[in-house]
């Protein structure tokens, strides 16, 4: 499948063949929900923590004694029955995620990358280079390749910190190297705006 190269300025430049096995592929909506879902489970906290009745300080006496007053036996004042106790089955830190193998993350990825291309979803830029952090600089290029209101994922090879720090304040626009693309922002964008180096990259990992 072939795609048009784009300057910043939004003209045509020349084109370039999208390699099959990464764009290509049939695409496996199993695999990408489990890998989004996993993903999704990662980003929680998992903090939430409560005490036992071994965590909280104090009750190391016993309250009263065994026999004779009439009244339940009680062997400390931190029993989850008692006002100050411990708690019963609370939350406890852990991890929400799960392990996924690296080759059915790469699918997964693949499955996504190849949806965009089959929805004429990716555009090819030769380079993305600005002078100074602005990010006029990116509302304007986006502007230039029809795609403003779209959200948008930009790829490339390298650190360009110039666009990165230029589309901090866009909601709708994300900035990633390509070698760490992640299959949840591919599939929450709109449009992939990749650069040349960034799709030598792609093919390089997940390929």
Same mark, same amino acid.
């Given at each position: 499948?072939?795609?048009?190269?784009?300057?910043?300025?939004?003209?045509?430049?020349?084109?370039?063949?999208?390699?099959? @096995?990464?764009? %290509?592929?049939?695409?496996?909506?199993?695999?990408?929900?489990?890998?989004?879902?996993?993903? /999704?489970?990662?980003?929680?906290?998992?903090?939430?923590?409560?005490?036992?009745?071994?965590?909280?300080?104090? %009750? %190391? #006496?016993?309250?009263?004694?065994?026999? $004779?007053?009439?009244?339940? /036996?009680?062997?400390? @004042? &931190?029993?989850?029955?008692? /006002?100050? %106790?411990?708690?019963?089955? $609370?939350?406890?830190? &852990?991890?929400?995620?799960?392990?996924?193998?690296? #080759?059915?993350?790469?699918?997964?990825?693949?499955?996504?990358? @190849?949806?965009?291309?089959?929805?004429?979803?990716?555009?090819?830029?030769?380079?993305?280079?600005?002078?100074?952090? #602005?990010?006029?600089?990116?509302?304007?290029?986006?502007?230039?390749?029809?795609?403003?209101?779209?959200?948008?994922?930009?790829?490339?090879?390298?650190?360009?910190?110039?666009?990165?720090? @230029?589309?901090?304040?866009?909601?709708?626009?994300?900035?990633? /190297?390509?070698?760490?693309?992640? $299959?949840?922002?591919?599939?929450?964008?709109?449009?992939?705006?990749?650069?040349?180096?960034?799709?030598?990259?792609?093919?390089?990992?997940?390929?």
């Amino acid at each position: 499948m072939n795609v048009k190269v784009y300057n910043q300025d939004g003209a045509e430049v020349g084109t370039v063949e999208l390699n099959p @096995s990464v764009f %290509g592929v049939e695409p496996n909506e199993a695999l990408v929900h489990q890998y989004v879902v996993n993903y /999704r489970a990662r980003q929680r906290q998992g903090n939430a923590h409560t005490k036992t009745r071994s965590d909280i300080r104090g %009750g %190391g #006496k016993k309250p009263w004694r065994q026999k $004779g007053t009439g009244r339940a /036996r009680a062997g400390t @004042s &931190r029993s989850p029955l008692w /006002r100050g %106790g411990g708690t019963v089955f $609370g939350p406890k830190t &852990r991890l929400y995620g799960y392990e996924m193998p690296k #080759k059915m993350k790469k699918v997964a990825i693949r499955s996504v990358f @190849s949806d965009k291309a089959t929805a004429e979803r990716i555009k090819v830029l030769d380079q993305i280079s600005f002078d100074a952090i #602005k990010t006029k600089s990116v509302v304007s290029m986006l502007g230039k390749l029809d795609l403003n209101g779209k959200k948008c994922l930009i790829l490339d090879e390298g650190r360009n910190d110039n666009c990165a720090l @230029s589309c901090r304040n866009l909601q709708a626009v994300k900035y990633s /190297r390509a070698a760490l693309a992640n $299959g949840y922002d591919l599939l929450n964008a709109d449009y992939l705006l990749v650069t040349k180096a960034g799709l030598e990259k792609v093919v390089e990992v997940f390929g």
